[in-house]
């Protein structure tokens, strides 16, 4: 479990006096206290960073943690422009890449240079209409999800239209986002009976929990949210989206499967170095939050169960989270994180529950309870002998034990490789991962993601914050990518899943899916992606199910004009 120690690195890093940033040559005039918003989690310009630092062109990159802001995207860009410089023998895609990524934060340079200080610009206009044939799977929180990690967006049998729009502005310190979207679902029939009646059994409520919403047109905030930043440190407030680990298909404690939770957020948005000895664990980065959940449905207080399917409690719980991150080397990175879900009905958020939610070490009864505890660990490596073609990596999470790796039968884990190099195709990436969660009896079938007291789980909205494998699941998934440009790509994956049968009876789904990620002109894009997935859940359908799902997207993203 993180410890105590962790909120001192905390107090000592606001304090610039007592701390080396991380040495790299960076034009900061003033960038310190510059604010900018952040990428979002989805962009192209991540899978873009990531080839590079693959190649070794960034190795200051911590991709456990995101997402970045833009100036620190910039001094990303600056860096593998400086290791390109000095390489004699480049890939052929690198200038490529570094050009589109100049382009893509010209604006940003500009103010690091102080040429420029503020920025105001629409960042995209989308429509997006999703077609599902069939059956899909809509809790993934129960049973599964047909589509995963796509912040929450409800969908349902039929033709879903997600119409959206975004906007970024920085000025000096300050900065301000926000993403809003029209979501148009249909409707999707509740579980029968017995279905529910299975689901208040496995949850010890005193009915089933509902799924996510369906059956509404409605406008929707995404991320939304404004910053203020000093001395690279910058705290930012609204609705967002974190992604904290490693792997693409989700991380084990924040990814975007869910909808982005409100809450207040620092950040350390340029490494530093720790003093003394410490300086051992490399340039390190760290984020702090405390929000509030939305959805959540049932609590145990007062030794009765409160709440009812359908209807969010009136007083809904608080989470607060703490993740370090430290690259040892160039070639390492590691982290730990925590969140703790606390307060909420019957149980008031004052100092002392928020303190002894921070500073507990031991269990509680339910008049003194620290909260539902999770931590987790993730590290990334680049292989020996095969340093610019092949990273792995890996992220494991434990439910109320201390650390992971002293419990690995009794965590949850995620476990991958990123290839970048195919020998005969050079615009060719594979990444492959598998997600294991234990069979064994911890306590009870779907023990992860639950908790006793806030029977409604980790979720947000109804939906899982953490990774889609869910409470009591395995699962594997591949990705092969085809990329035709830096913005522009063709991908083939696979995702499988199966869930022990003693939660829920158990199941299964397999899907394949084709996507293409197109730039068809210089500031319009085309998604087109058709998936096909076959699943068996014995408790939602007796027979095999199949849906298929067509989505098509066209996006207008101008690209800052430098004058």
Known sequence: MVSPRSITFFLVCLMPTTMTQASYPFNTRNSADMASTYVPVESWVYPALDRLAAEGFAPSAIFSLRPWTRIACLRLVEEAERRLALDQKPPADAATLLRSLREEFAVERLRVDGMRNSDLRLESVYARSTTIVGSPLTDGYHFAETIVDDYGRPFGQGENNYTGVSFHAAAGSFAAYVSAEVQRVPFDAAPDATVQQAIAAADFTSEGALGPPSGFTRGRLLDAYVSYTFSNNQFTFGKQTLWWGPARSGATLFSNNAEPVTMLRYDRVNPLILPGFLKLLGPMRMQFLLGRLSGAQFVQADDSIIGRPG??????????????????????????????????????????????????????????????????????????????????????????????????????????????????????TVRAEGLLSPHRDLAFPGFFYFNVHYLSGYTNNRQLIGSWIGREGDGEQIWTTWNLSPRSSIEASYRGMTVNREFLQGGALHDFSVAANLQVHHEWYLRLEDQAEWWRFPLLSTTPKRNDEFTIQLSYMPIGKVK
């Open 311 to 428: 209807f969010a409690l009136g007083d809904q719980p608080f989470i607060h989270g703490e993740k370090l991150a430290f690259q040892p080397t160039e070639n390492f990175e590691f982290s730990v994180s925590r969140t703790v879900l606390f307060a909420g009905e019957g149980a008031p958020f004052t100092t002392h529950t928020f303190l002894r939610s921070i500073f507990s070490v031991s269990g509680g009864n339910e008049q003194n309870d620290p909260g539902d505890r999770r931590v987790a660990v993730d590290a990334t490596y680049r292989i020996p002998g095969l340093r610019k073609c092949l990273t792995g990596y890996v992220d494991g999470f434990s439910e109320d034990q201390p650390f992971p790796p002293i419990y690995p039968t009794e965590s949850a884990w995620i476990s991958g490789f990123f290839l970048r190099c195919v020998p005969g195709l050079p615009r060719l």
